[in-house]
């Protein structure tokens, strides 16, 4: 019948369903909607995979190893688990193997993963393969992620990127460099534009889990693990530079705005509750009600800020940091005490870790970066070799 509702909602354009059911149902819906209107009922399908217990096996009443969903949102003990199965219509031989597989696979019950961590997960998972062998650790693994969201918003706020504050930060409408950049300032800019990019391909592909690793990278070793923790000495300072605290706020924020947009539509409560703390332009004036209903970032937009040769240049000085954290871990070096470094690199290498020792000083735990112009002689004992490179080698000096 043509009635409106058929009007306004057929034909669709994107079908999601399982492939066990392609021919069973998906079938027969094109060949009864052709029969009867003519007309495809939708033009593209996306099959999902079939979601397994951590073992590969099918999730089963009659295998009782069946996770309700609502048990991974807001968790459940195992005693409470085991009442389950006692209720279900399970044989007395089938009843032990699941309860004594429920012991080994959650000895602790099912920790509260919440909504958000639940569908990332899912997302991150969904590579379009046949199969999903659920680990409900990996979905607390997110949980934790989110924790991380909450932490960075939390470190926004106590500096002044808080709605609720006396002399909140106010963002301008549009985005402009103050002049005061650093390199590390325009190096997290580029990667929130790599982001922004891989997120835009992912979702019109349906590549899930490449929307997914983009956030998950940017927020968490971009943004939380290197970005803010080069600003806190700057934004700690017992002799401020202002304008440079308000480059950093402003990068800052743009990278929490966008970041948050990005996130939305995989992880909607917790980015909505966290983007409704954040300053908006003109004292949120005209401003969207809702982050749901906020314009997602375009990669056409953030294009020009995208500099490969600069990721470049901080994944060396990461990798050189961590060589140095892995050499403290080994040596079971755990003083708070800040080392000296002193690095032989080639020239190259020689003004990289100059332009960034900046960086490497707060994240490394280093107090003065020295570059020697020769290799230490066998009778200098006081030097340690830390790290080596075809480029550089690294050296603490001895104790």
């Known amino acids: 019948m043509e009635t409106d509702d058929l009007k306004r909602f057929f034909p669709t354009t994107l079908l999601e369903t399982g492939h066990d059911i392609l021919f069973f149902w998906v079938a027969r819906m094109v060949m009864m909607s052709l029969e009867l209107t003519d007309r495809l009922p939708f033009t593209e399908i996306y099959l999902h995979a079939l979601i397994r217990d951590a073992h590969g096996r099918k999730m089963s009443k009659s295998l009782g190893n069946v996770i309700d969903p609502i048990d991974v949102i807001h968790g459940i003990p195992l005693d409470k688990l085991?009442?389950?199965?006692?209720?279900?219509?399970?044989?007395?031989?089938?009843?032990?193997?699941?309860?004594?597989?429920?012991?080994?696979?959650?000895?602790?019950?099912?920790?509260?993963?919440?909504?958000?961590?639940?569908?990332?997960?899912f997302c991150a998972y969904a590579n379009q393969g046949r199969d999903i062998n659920l680990d409900v650790l990996r979905v607390k693994g997110y949980r934790h992620f989110c924790n991380k969201l909450w932490n960075a918003i939390r470190f926004a706020m106590s500096k002044n990127l808080d709605i609720n504050a006396p002399n909140c930060f106010e963002p301008p409408a549009e985005f402009k460099f103050t002049g005061a950049e650093t390199p590390c300032d325009l190096w997290i800019l580029s990667r929130l534009s790599y982001a922004i990019e891989q997120c835009e391909t992912g979702f019109n592909n349906y590549l899930f889990p490449q929307v997914t690793t983009a956030i998950y990278n940017f927020w968490l070793y971009d943004l939380c693990d290197i970005y803010i923790e080069y600003v806190k000495k700057d934004l700690y300072a017992k002799d401020p530079d202002l304008k440079r605290q308000e480059t950093i706020k402003l990068i800052l924020y743009t990278c929490l705005d966008n970041g948050l947009r990005l996130i939305a539509p995989?992880?909607?409560?917790?980015?909505?509750?966290?983007?409704?703390?954040?300053?908006?332009?003109?004292?949120?004036?005209?401003?969207?009600?809702?982050?749901?209903?906020?314009?997602?970032?375009q990669a056409?937009?953030?294009?020009?800020?995208?500099?490969?040769?600069?990721?470049?240049?901080?994944?060396?000085?990461?990798?050189?940091?961590?060589?140095?954290?892995?050499?403290?871990?080994?040596?079971?070096?755990?003083?708070?005490?800040?080392?000296?470094?002193?690095?032989?690199?080639?020239?190259?290498?020689?003004?990289?870790?100059?332009?960034?020792?900046?960086?490497?000083?707060?994240?490394?735990?280093?107090?003065?970066?020295?570059?020697?112009?020769?290799?230490?002689?066998?009778?200098q004992t006081e030097y340690t070799s830390i790290a080596t490179t075809m480029d550089y080698t690294l050296y603490f000096k001895s104790k």
């Open 82 to 121: 085991q009442e389950l199965l006692k209720s279900s219509n399970l044989d007395p031989k089938e009843y032990e193997r699941a309860r004594q597989g429920q012991q080994e696979d959650y000895p602790n019950g099912i920790p509260e993963c919440g909504t958000d961590a639940l569908r990332f997960a």
């Open 266 to 297: 995989i992880m909607p409560f917790v980015s909505e509750e966290l983007y409704q703390r954040l300053p908006k332009p003109n004292k949120g004036l005209n401003a969207p009600p809702s982050l749901c209903v906020t314009p997602y970032p």
């Open 300 to 379: 056409s937009q953030f294009k020009k800020y995208r500099n490969e040769n600069l990721e470049a240049s901080v994944a060396t000085v990461d990798e050189a940091m961590n060589k140095i954290r892995s050499y403290r871990s080994a040596q079971k070096i755990v003083s708070k005490e800040k080392d000296d470094l002193y690095i032989r690199a080639s020239p190259s290498a020689s003004l990289l870790f100059s332009e960034y020792a900046d960086l490497i000083q707060p994240l490394a735990n280093i107090n003065n970066i020295q570059l020697l112009k020769d290799e230490p002689t066998a009778d």
